[in-house]
Every structure is written in structure tokens, then in C-alpha cells.
Nanobody
Framework: QVQLVESGGGLVQPGGSLRLSCAAS????????MKWYRQAPGKERELVAT????????NYPASVKGRFTGSRDNTKSTVYLQMNSLKPEDTAVYYC?????????WGQGTQVTVSS
């Protein structure tokens, strides 16, 4: 079955960096676009990045553009989100997602907390 497993979250100081990973299994990873979303307490889930099947990252919102970079390694069935210059407002649970066979699949999420 399809599985998406995020890792790499944690507590970081403002201005710091983290790299999130999402390991995928159960489908032909290289054929599908992957997305990163985040959800802060009391807020709606927000699309952070889309990484096309061939590795082009698009759809960064203004709030993260220039600071976040999505990428993927199709040989490892893993998608990444490099987050630099982190701000307290980046605090959220980060999820990876893909639409496969007409259905949305989500990972369990990884918590990112930006605080001094």
C-alpha cells in the first residue's frame, strides 16, 4: 500500500535551517508529482511546494519563496524540503502529499518549531 513517511522536523532557532525528508513506497514514485504542505495551529493547511515527477519545484508561496527548496531523488523514492532562514511563523506540522490513482495520500506529518 501507499506509504509516505516524513522525518527531519524539530526545534530550531530563528535563522536556522532544517531539511525534511519524505520516504515513499507502494507506488511508482518517479511517475508522480509530490507536494509539501504545512499546517500551523488554528490555520488552514497551506501548500508549500510542488515537486514535479522530473524534479522541478514550483508553487512556492510568497511566504517561503527564496528560503525553501523542494527536491527529490527518484532513485531513493524520497522527496525533500530544504528550509533556510527559518522564522517563528514557519512553525507548523509539515506533511508530504501525492495524488495517486485519483486519491490523496498524506504522511503523518513532522513538527517544525522555530523558537529562540
Amino acid at each position: 500500500q501507499v506509504q509516505l513517511v516524513e522525518s527531519g522536523g524539530g526545534l530550531v532557532q530563528p535563522g536556522g535551517s532544517l531539511r525534511l525528508s519524505c520516504a515513499a513506497s507502494g507506488f511508482t514514485f518517479s511517475s508522480y508529482a509530490m507536494k509539501w504542505y504545512r499546517q500551523a495551529p488554528g490555520k488552514e493547511r497551506e501548500l508549500v511546494a510542488t515537486i514535479t515527477s522530473n524534479g522541478v519545484a514550483i508553487n512556492y508561496p510568497a511566504s517561503v519563496k527564496g528560503r525553501f527548496t523542494g527536491s527529490r531523488d527518484n532513485t531513493k523514492s524520497t522527496v525533500y524540503l530544504q528550509m533556510n532562514s527559518l522564522k517563528p511563523e514557519d512553525t507548523a506540522v509539515y506533511y508530504c502529499n501525492s495524488a495517486i490513482w485519483g486519491r490523496q495520500y498524506w504522511g503523518q506529518g513532522t513538527q517544525v518549531t522555530v523558537s529562540s
